[in-house]
């Protein structure tokens, strides 16, 4: 078996003794004896993610299995003098927030990013299965309860153009009745295509980890600056192990 994954710093494997030899897919192909290129970058993003599998593809389409563990929907990549750089709004001003920083959190971002998440995993979905892979999505380094929340305005839309009732800033968007009214009817379809088609796609790694019983049971985890340690990646090897259904 064939596996290639794609993420963040979570699946590159920072703060492990070793990324090479003790990221979860270096665990998983040690363990498991399956072949993994990992092709995760710390800091990435999911146009990254996206732009990297698809070019990987389309050079060698040997794989059965992509992994693509989602990053934090508001890192970007912009390409300048022919050099992709990942950039993360607001990350450096967490403590202090302006108010550019609350308008992009709570208007630009649910709207613009999360919907261009969504868009994305449609996007990969197909060039996966045009190349006859399987593809499996999941949270890692970000917080789904968030999301799921930044997520609800497109699941409470009624279909009765009410949009004011979402909390949408309408002056702002600049964007006609109509034209939203499709948009959003759109995207709870794409919504819904994501959840059927990835099942895991909302299942929040980081606060299953985080949990009493899970602590209780596997001990510490956790490095000290936020990522797993080295035997935290090994429980997510075997995590992803019992997903592709190897023997454990």
Same mark, same amino acid.
């Given at each position: 078996m064939r596996i290639l994954t794609l993420g963040d710093s979570w699946t590159y494997g920072s703060e492990s003794s070793d990324p090479e030899t003790m990221s979860w897919p270096a665990q998983l192909a040690d363990k498991y004896g399956v072949k993994v290129v990992n092709l995760a970058q710390a800091g990435s993003s999911n146009q990254r993610a996206v732009r990297i599998g698809i070019e990987e593809l389309c050079r060698d389409n040997d794989y059965d299995w992509i992994i693509w563990g989602i990053a934090p929907a508001s890192r970007i990549e912009l390409l300048k003098q022919g050099k992709w750089h990942q950039v993360w709004p607001w990350a450096e001003r967490r403590s202090s927030r302006s108010e550019i920083d609350r308008i992009y959190t709570e208007f630009w971002h649910p709207w613009n990013d999360v919907q261009l998440l969504l868009l994305l995993t449609v996007q990969f979905l197909s060039v996966v299965k045009m190349r006859g892979c399987k593809l499996l999505v999941s949270s890692l380094s970000i917080q789904i309860d968030?999301? #799921?929340?930044?997520?609800?305005? /497109?699941?409470?839309y009624k279909n009765d153009c009410d949009f004011r009732s979402l909390?949408? $800033?309408?002056?702002?968007?600049?964007?006609?009745? #109509?034209?939203?009214?499709?948009? /959003?009817r759109s995207l709870k379809a794409i919504?819904?295509?994501?959840?059927?088609?990835? $099942?895991d796609f909302l299942f929040d790694v980081y606060v299953h980890m985080k949990g009493k019983d899970f602590c209780a049971q596997h001990g510490n985890v956790w490095a000290p600056h936020g990522h797993?340690?080295?035997q935290g990646y090994a429980w997510l090897a075997d995590y992803f192990a019992s997903k592709l259904l190897l023997d454990i």
């Open positions: 968030q999301y #799921k929340k930044e997520l609800s305005w /497109i699941q409470d909390g949408m $800033p309408l002056n702002e968007f600049n964007i006609g009745i #109509k034209d939203l009214d499709r948009k /959003i919504y819904d295509l994501v959840l059927l088609d990835q $099942p797993p340690n080295d």
